[in-house]
Every structure is written in C-alpha cells, then in structure tokens.
C-alpha cells in the first residue's frame, strides 16, 4: 500500500527544497530533523508531501485535541484513500481516586468517557495492525501504555469463507476478546445471534459484520449499514480485533493475581510496622 496525495495544488517557494532535504536526510540516517515556518507558510502540506515520499506509517504528535482535530482533518483530506486517523485521550472528565488519612475519607474514582473518540482510538490501533499506509494523528495520551501490541495482535479473531468452526466455539471466542452478545439491540461491540447468522458490531467501525454459517462451516462475509442494512462490502477473510486495548490472557492475570497478592501482603507488613493502622 502506497500513499496517495491528493491536493489541488503542488508544492511552491522553499516547500520543494524542504522536502527534498528533509526526505534526503531520513534516507541518510539522521533521527531527528526540524522543519521552521511561520503561520500559513504550508508546513502541513510540506509534511504531506514528505509522508507520501517516506512511505511508511507516521506518527503525528499535537499538543492538544483541538489542534489534533484540525491536523486530523487536514491530512484526511489529503489522503483520502489512506488511514488517517485520530487517537486523543477518551475522558471528557476524570477526577483520580484520592485518600484524606486525618478524616478516614476515601475519594471514589470518577470519570466520564466519550464513547466516539474511543471508537476512533480503536479504529487507530486495528489499521496499524492491518495495514502500512497509515497515518495516526495524537496528542500526548498516546504516549501513555496500553498493554502490549503483540498480546492485543495474538487475541484477534480471524475469520474466512470456508472455515470450519463450531458456532458456540466463534461466539466464545468472541467473548474472549470482550464483545458482550446482545439479542435485543446491538450497540458497539456486541454480537447477536440468530438460528445460523452472526451479526458483529465491531468495537471501531459504525457498520456490522454479517456473518453466515451453514451447519460448522462460514459460508458468507459482509458488512452492512447500520441503518439500512444494505450490503456494503463483501469479504472473503476478515479480522475481529478485540473490543477494548486492555485484553489480557488468562494466564497473564493469573500471574498477575499472584504477584498482587504477594505485593499486598509486603505493604501490610509495611503499614503496620509504621504503625499506619486506617491505612
């Protein structure tokens, strides 16, 4: 997969000599470059233009969402035919949990999320593991851990015309990956079933994935519209990432479990030597 420029317009001035240096110098080794430019001088389009001569997956940190919102748009609209895509932090509004010792007063967790920018962080995360033209535009949230790639990459589900599976043993692997079965209504990454067909509403897409089954064997793939339930895509292989970063396998948690316990008998001990008895 390549990247495809798209602009009403080619580069002009300094732009064709700061793309040829700074794409030069990639090529010759040099980790870190600066690209300098007044407001309105084209640094973005200048950067476009380099992403589409480097050719591999780029990373794009801004400072803050409303920045990160309009670079988004921007680069969408220069790689219509590529990933482009957003990853901010999902809070709309988070207060840490908190201990008062001197009044014994414990100050629950609350957050409130926004369930479209978690959709969109998702979708980032399954095209880098998909695909190669891609573009992640981010603010700072992204440099905070999510678990690791390759255990989110080892969980996904993959599916194809042909394949013999057992539907029971499709729907637990579903589940296994967090997507919740959902008869009634089928909201973002949940499933239904009904008689031989399996309808998933992926965790990063607005669209389901139909798939039908006759008797062990899958027989159909395709993606409709939410609404209308037209067919929009047909596949003959598909890819069911997990419905949430934070998937972990059982034998993780159970080492983790244990290591937690021994940890908290450590800082028992610990409290009570310090005499920290509402601790």
Same mark, same amino acid.
């Given at each position: ?78 790689? %219509? $035919? ?5 990853? /901010? @932090?999902?809070?709309?509004?988070? =207060?840490? *949990? ?50 690791? %790639? $390759? ?5 996904? /589900? @993959?599916?194809?015309?042909?394949? =013999?599976? *057992? ?113």
């Amino acid at each position: 997969m390549t990247f495809q420029l798209e602009a009403p317009y080619l580069p002009a001035g300094d732009q064709p000599q700061a793309i040829r240096k700074i794409v030069d110098g990639f090529n010759n080794g040099l980790s870190r470059q600066t690209l300098l430019g007044v407001t309105g001088s084209g640094k973005t389009f200048t950067m476009a233009n380099i992403i589409k001569e480097m050719n591999v997956p780029t990373l794009i940190i801004s400072h803050n969402k409303t920045l990160a919102a309009q670079l988004y748009n921007e680069f969408k609209g220069f790689f %219509p $035919k590529n990933a482009v895509e957003y990853f /901010v @932090s999902y809070y709309d509004y988070y =207060q840490p *949990e908190a201990y008062i010792p001197h009044t014994d007063t414990y100050i629950e967790k609350d957050s409130s999320r926004n369930e479209e920018i978690d959709r969109l962080r998702l979708k980032a995360t399954m095209s880098l593991l998909s695909r190669r033209d891609v573009i992640i535009v981010a603010s700072v949230s992204c440099i905070y851990g999510l678990g690791s %790639p $390759k255990e989110y990459d080892k969980l996904k /589900v @993959s599916i194809k015309c042909g394949m =013999q599976i *057992e539907r029971d043993k499709l729907l637990r692997s579903l589940i296994d990956i967090q997507y919740n079965r959902n008869d009634m209504d089928l909201p973002r990454g949940t499933f239904r079933v009904r008689g031989d067909t399996v309808d998933i509403h992926t965790a990063y897409d607005d669209d389901i994935i139909r798939i039908e089954m006759f008797g062990d064997e899958i027989e159909k793939i395709v993606r409709l519209h939410n609404v209308t339930q037209n067919v929009l895509e047909t596949f003959n292989e598909y890819l069911v990432f997990p419905a949430t970063h934070f998937v972990t396998p059982q034998e993780e948690i159970e080492r983790s479990a244990r290591e937690i316990e021994k940890e908290l008998e450590e800082r028992l001990l610990e409290l009570h030597t310090q005499n920290k008895l509402v601790e």
